[in-house]
């Protein structure tokens, strides 16, 4: 079982910026997928992105592409979402996830998740 912590959520303006972290303990880190999900008020839970074990496959949400990088630190145990060019829509919980797998094989078998940050992007 890996555990996930999310930290970097706030307040931001629209056109802003924030950088999501996640802390990862538990499994050896370099072997899973990272990804972030997010879910908005009445809402479902939605896809935004995933990085592969060794950090070299990158994955994005459509709406995404262009304004959001995931990037890992496998040294730091750390995923980040950077996100610019905040949008009020992008305003929701942001939920890191893990996937036992090395390598990007879809958004459905994600198996560990942390709580969530809440980001809000308002004037």
């Known amino acids: 079982q890996v555990q996930l912590v999310e930290s970097g959520g706030g307040l931001v303006q629209p056109g802003g910026s924030l950088r999501l972290n996640c802390a990862v303990s538990?499994?050896?880190?370099?072997?899973?997928?990272m990804g972030w999900f997010r879910q908005a008020p009445g809402k479902e839970r939605e896809f935004v992105a995933a990085?592969?074990?060794?950090?070299?496959?990158?994955y994005y949400a459509d709406s995404m592409k262009g304004r959001f990088t995931i990037a890992r630190g496998n040294a730091k145990n750390t995923v980040y979402l950077q996100m610019n060019s905040l949008k009020p829509e992008d305003t929701a919980v942001y939920y890191c996830?893990?996937?036992?797998?090395?390598?990007?094989?879809?958004?459905?078998?994600?198996?560990?998740w942390g709580q969530g940050t809440q980001v809000t992007v308002s004037s």
């Open positions: 996830a893990a996937d036992p797998a090395p390598f990007y094989r879809g958004t459905t078998l994600f198996d560990s």
């Open positions: 538990g499994r050896t880190f370099g072997s899973d997928t």
């Open positions: 990085i592969s074990g060794s950090g070299g496959g990158t």
